[in-house]
């Protein structure tokens, strides 16, 4: 029986890691669960329905101590990192955006492993994340679940290069993304997931936190980091060895698959997501990315080479644009030009150290508000 603790309950992650839970019980059992303040019922039912004897939230929880009698409630800004901090076997972070990073801190700094699926956590703060140790962290996000496990086909002296895949999004196959909507950005071809995680797939921007989140993560340089466009999000992503070959993880788009391995590895769960039906036929595409069209890619590569903290820059400044976007304030190609912008205003802070998540937060607030003037200025 394996004690898990799951941040972000409530959102596409988290709910999805907790129907692998209900279909394992002689599995897994939660131990503990924090949301945000945006579906507090959700977050009830959850908490009766695996008599979960702790919960976490952000917001006022008084709520939550009438409907769970018996439950140990903590809530306010801090309550995620107390339940990051719950004894346990593993973590899973299923917090969207950098507000994910001290809740990984938090399980690290107290010997618990860590299913991350919050990316920003390695982009905002990775060389924090990555000084307590390489293997205490499972990848969660499908690439990243991909490259970890083709990566133990040979030894990382000998990976040639890494090979993300993306599906291209919405626009893929759109030449003037300038007049593209909310809605048909929200729309995505092959993955369901929550609202932010959407926009950045549509821009690219979450292919550039990846190969950022894949640096931290194996250790590997930018220029050894590449990405390509795979329409079918059937192979998850690649490593290439010294010797030209290139190992790939292969199975249909759905998250069941990468959560059930983090959240169980070593041992991998019986049936956790169907696999591939050989019996129908299948064509595999690979296109080359964009790179006029969808800038942010090489943008986040230029940044992430400067250093930890024009990463951290490149990620709030989307923050902000992305949130401005999903008010309808701006054009959708507003977004990584906001960034841009962003980044090279204050890229020459890149040396600046990054010392605690103090550091990570002060360089965050001075790009949030470059990203603020820079729309204004719109
Ligand atoms: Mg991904």
């Excluded at 002689?26 to 945000?36: D, E, I, N, P, Q």
């Excluded at 550039?208 to 999000?233: R, T, W």
């Excluded at 490149?314 to 008010?327: D, H, L, P, Q, W």
């Amino acid at each position: 029986m394996r004690d898990i603790v799951i941040l972000g309950s409530t959102g596409s992650i988290g709910v999805q890691a907790l129907e692998v839970i209900a279909a394992n019980p002689t599995k897994f059992r939660v131990v503990g669960l924090s949301a945000g303040s945006n579906n507090l019922e959700r977050l009830v039912e959850q908490v009766k329905k695996f008599s979960v004897p702790i919960v976490g939230t952000t917001s006022d929880g008084s709520i939550l101590r009438e409907a769970l009698p018996g439950v140990e409630v903590i809530d306010g800004p801090h309550s995620s990192l107390q339940i990051a901090a719950l004894s346990c076997d593993v973590v899973l972070n299923g917090i969207t955006g950098s507000i994910g990073l001290g809740p990984t801190l938090a399980a690290l700094e107290v010997g618990n492993k860590v299913a991350l699926a919050n990316k920003e956590s390695l982009v905002a703060g990775g060389d924090l994340v990555m000084a307590h140790g390489r293997d205490r962290i499972i990848p969660v996000d499908s690439e990243h679940s991909a490259l970890f496990q083709a990566m133990m086909a040979g030894k990382i002296a000998d990976v040639e290069k890494v090979i993300l895949t993306a599906s291209g999004g919405p626009f893929r196959d759109v030449n003037d993304l300038s007049k593209v909507s909310l809605a048909d950005a929200l729309n995505h071809p092959t993955w369901s997931m929550g609202p932010v995680v959407t926009i950045n797939s549509a821009t690219l921007v979450n292919k550039g936190l990846e190969i950022i989140e894949a640096h931290y993560l194996f250790d590997i340089p930018y220029n050894k980091i590449e990405a390509v466009i795979h329409p079918q999000s059937v192979v998850h992503s690649m490593v290439e060895f010294k010797d030209g070959s290139t190992i790939a993880q292969a199975s249909p788009p759905n998250m069941k698959g990468p959560i059930a391995y983090a959240i169980a590895h070593p041992d991998r769960v019986a049936h956790a997501m169907p696999a591939i039906d050989w019996k129908s036929a299948h064509t595999w595409t690979f296109v080359p990315i964009d790179h006029e069209r969808f800038p942010a890619v090489e943008l986040a590569k230029r940044c992430g080479a400067l250093g930890g903290a024009v990463a951290a820059m490149y990620n709030a400044a989307n923050e902000v644009a992305v949130a401005a976007f999903m008010k309808e304030e701006i054009p959708f190609t507003a977004i990584v030009d906001t960034i841009e912008k962003t980044v090279t205003k204050l890229g020459g802070q890149a040396q600046s150290v990054v010392r605690d998540i103090k550091d990570v937060s002060a360089i965050e607030n001075d790009a949030r508000r470059v990203a603020q003037e820079a729309l204004a200025k719109r």
